[in-house]
């Protein structure tokens, strides 16, 4: 069998695409290469399946989510980044497939046969699990493939590009030309890009000098930093006003006990002094007492009795000065928590309460969120509004389920009928070879050709009627 005489159709239904061969022997399937692509999504091959009507063989490859890699790169200006990337995934599944026993002589290549995933730029081919008589050269048929796609198709940005394109066609001249050595080539490349962006990023970053921020330590918690930022560079007369509030409060607020504390030492020294004194006297007066009764009183047991009221008045004398002055020493220290508690409670309240800071950064964060428009297609069906809400760079309309963005039901619009791009902050509308056309403001726009829109712009898909917004 000849891969070349195989003749390929594209098959859609509502939930699966395919591509489509048949064979008349069932014989020359290699049932092994078909299970090894099934059961490893990694082998760079499209799964396929296997169905017999009668004596005919169907062979489908799911090229569900896929477009083919031309129609991806069809008017579309790619990053230095991607174009290496889809040129080497393309050469790691012809040089990896042999890790899966497959033979890289069985790709069916074809600029519309290799598919690419859109979210991730993986390649998959198509890949014939057939008993095939072939004895190409993969390198060369890689090699006229690659030209023909960056020649006909890839449109590369000029912004460190670094003459890609250029460099990339000498390399593909080369009369020693393999597949490996391309591979390698594209892998320097990817790095020293890599490299030069770093290189630029740290040059950038030697050169910004960021603002010195002056804040209290205490109100570091309640701020969010990023947020501050923000409001620093919006409102600086402003900040300067929170600044001087922070530092009245920090005044009114910060208790004086390095100057409380030199007087009430001293106090509680004078007064224990006191209470020394004051008890010596009384001990000293005891004992003269004492002495008095034990010299002129001569009965004894009115002595005795006498010696012990001294003792007691003298005792009690002694704990009455001693604990009125704890007592005193007690009733400052509770102030004194009383006091910081008052104090502490202040602090918890003012934290509870939203600073000015707190409440401009909100509100600056809050704006920020207001400013982000969003661009989308607005339609009338049956008395009810349809929203179509333009959430990528690239926005396809059309009717193929899998390969566009917005799936539309009107029969007279094209499989991909046209593309909505965003370049900055403009939008532009690109009509696709479409049959029954694309209309802006009532005049058709030719195919292949940018046509920036603006809201409130009419914007007609064959004879389905949308109106573009940016809100």
Same mark, same amino acid.
């Given at each position: 069998?000849?891969?070349?005489?195989?003749?390929?159709?594209?098959?859609?239904?509502?939930?699966?695409?395919?591509?489509?061969?048949?064979?008349?022997?069932?014989?020359?399937i290699i049932d092994y290469e078909?299970?090894?692509?099934?059961?490893?999504?990694?082998?760079?091959?499209?799964?396929?399946?296997?169905?017999?009507?009668?004596?005919?063989?169907?062979?489908?490859? #799911?090229?569900?989510?896929?477009?083919?890699?031309?129609?991806?790169?069809?008017?579309?200006?790619?990053?230095?980044?991607?174009?290496?990337?889809?040129?080497?995934?393309?050469?790691?599944?012809?040089?990896?497939?042999?890790?899966?026993?497959?033979?890289?002589?069985?790709?069916?290549?074809?600029?519309?046969?290799?598919?690419?995933?859109?979210?991730?730029l993986s390649i998959n081919l198509?890949?014939?699990?057939?008993?095939?008589?072939?004895?190409?050269?993969?390198?060369?048929?890689?090699?006229?493939?690659?030209?023909?796609?960056?020649?006909?198709?890839?449109t590369v940005e000029e912004k460190?590009?670094?003459?890609?394109?250029?460099?990339?066609?000498?390399?593909?001249?080369?009369?020693?030309?393999?597949?490996? *050595?391309?591979?390698?080539?594209?892998?320097?490349?990817?790095?020293?890009?890599?490299?030069?962006?770093?290189?630029?990023?740290?040059?950038?970053?030697?050169?910004?000098?960021?603002?010195?921020?002056?804040?209290?330590?205490?109100?570091?918690?309640?701020?969010?930093?990023?947020?501050?930022?923000?409001?620093?560079?919006?409102?600086?007369?402003?900040?300067?006003?929170?600044?001087?509030?922070?530092?009245?409060?920090?005044?009114?607020?910060?208790?004086?006990?390095?100057?409380?504390?030199?007087?009430?030492?001293?106090?509680?020294?004078?007064?224990?002094?006191?209470?020394?004194?004051?008890?010596?006297?009384?001990?000293?007066?005891?004992?003269?007492?004492?002495?008095?009764?034990?010299?002129?009183?001569?009965?004894?047991?009115?002595?005795?009795?006498?010696?012990?009221?001294?003792?007691?008045?003298?005792?009690?004398?002694?704990?009455?000065?001693?604990?009125?002055?704890?007592?005193?020493?007690?009733?400052?220290?509770?102030?004194?928590?009383?006091?910081?508690?008052?104090?502490?409670?202040?602090?918890? #309240?003012?934290?509870?309460?939203?600073?000015?800071?707190?409440?401009?950064?909100?509100?600056?964060?809050?704006?920020?969120?207001?400013?982000?428009?969003?661009?989308?297609?607005?339609?009338?069906?049956?008395?009810?509004?349809?929203?179509?809400?333009?959430?990528?760079?690239?926005?396809?309309?059309?009717?193929?389920?899998?390969?566009?963005?917005?799936?539309? #039901?009107?029969?007279?619009?094209?499989?991909?009928?046209?593309?909505?791009?965003?370049? *900055?902050?403009?939008?532009?509308?690109?009509?696709?070879?479409?049959?029954? *056309?694309?209309?802006?403001?009532?005049?058709?726009?030719?195919? #292949?050709?940018?046509?920036?829109?603006?809201?409130?712009?009419?914007?007609?898909?064959?004879?389905?009627?949308?109106?573009?917004?940016?809100?």
């Amino acid at each position: 069998m000849d891969k070349n005489n195989l003749k390929l159709e594209f098959e859609n239904n509502p939930s699966k695409n395919y591509i489509v061969t048949y064979l008349n022997d069932i014989d020359c399937i290699i049932d092994y290469e078909v299970e090894m692509i099934n059961n490893n999504p990694t082998s760079g091959a499209l799964n396929i399946e296997i169905r017999q009507f009668n004596d005919r063989i169907k062979i489908l490859y #799911d090229a569900t989510g896929r477009i083919p890699v031309k129609e991806y790169l069809k008017g579309r200006t790619i990053r230095k980044s991607e174009f290496i990337t889809i040129l080497k995934n393309m050469a790691v599944c012809l040089l990896e497939c042999k890790n899966y026993f497959l033979d890289e002589k069985k790709f069916f290549m074809d600029l519309g046969t290799i598919f690419i995933n859109e979210k991730d730029l993986s390649i998959n081919l198509l890949y014939l699990p057939f008993n095939i008589s072939n004895e190409e050269d993969i390198n060369i048929t890689y090699r006229n493939l690659i030209k023909s796609l960056i020649i006909d198709f890839v449109t590369v940005e000029e912004k460190n590009s670094e003459n890609i394109i250029q460099e990339t066609l000498k390399y593909l001249r080369k009369e020693d030309f393999t597949l490996v *050595g391309f591979k390698n080539y594209l892998e320097e490349s990817e790095r020293s890009s890599v490299n030069a962006s770093s290189g630029e990023v740290n040059k950038v970053e030697d050169k910004i000098e960021l603002p010195e921020v002056t804040v209290e330590k205490e109100e570091i918690s309640d701020i969010n930093m990023n947020r501050v930022s923000i409001v620093e560079n919006i409102n600086a007369d402003h900040e300067k006003e929170v600044n001087n509030e922070v530092e009245v409060s920090k005044i009114n607020d910060t208790p004086k006990v390095e100057e409380i504390k030199p007087e009430r030492k001293s106090k509680a020294r004078s007064s224990k002094i006191l209470k020394i004194i004051f008890t010596a006297i009384f001990q000293l007066v005891s004992i003269g007492i004492i002495a008095v009764e034990a010299i002129f009183i001569p009965n004894i047991l009115i002595k005795i009795l006498s010696i012990v009221l001294v003792v007691i008045l003298d005792g009690a004398l002694t704990t009455f000065i001693w604990l009125r002055g704890r007592n005193k020493v007690e009733t400052v220290a509770d102030k004194r928590k009383a006091n910081t508690s008052y104090i502490v409670k202040g602090k918890e #309240d003012k934290k509870s309460k939203p600073s000015k800071r707190e409440i401009v950064t909100e509100m600056s964060y809050e704006t920020e969120l207001l400013d982000v428009k969003t661009a989308f297609l607005m339609s009338k069906k049956a008395g009810t509004v349809e929203r179509i809400f333009i959430n990528k760079d690239c926005f396809k309309i059309g009717r193929v389920s899998g390969q566009v963005d917005y799936i539309s #039901d009107n029969k007279a619009v094209g499989k991909i009928h046209a593309e909505i791009r965003k370049q *900055g902050e403009k939008y532009y509308l690109i009509d696709l070879n479409s049959k029954n *056309g694309t209309f802006v403001n009532g005049r058709k726009i030719n195919s #292949d050709e940018l046509y920036e829109i603006r809201n409130g712009d009419t914007i007609i898909f064959a004879n389905s009627e949308f109106t573009f917004a940016i809100e």
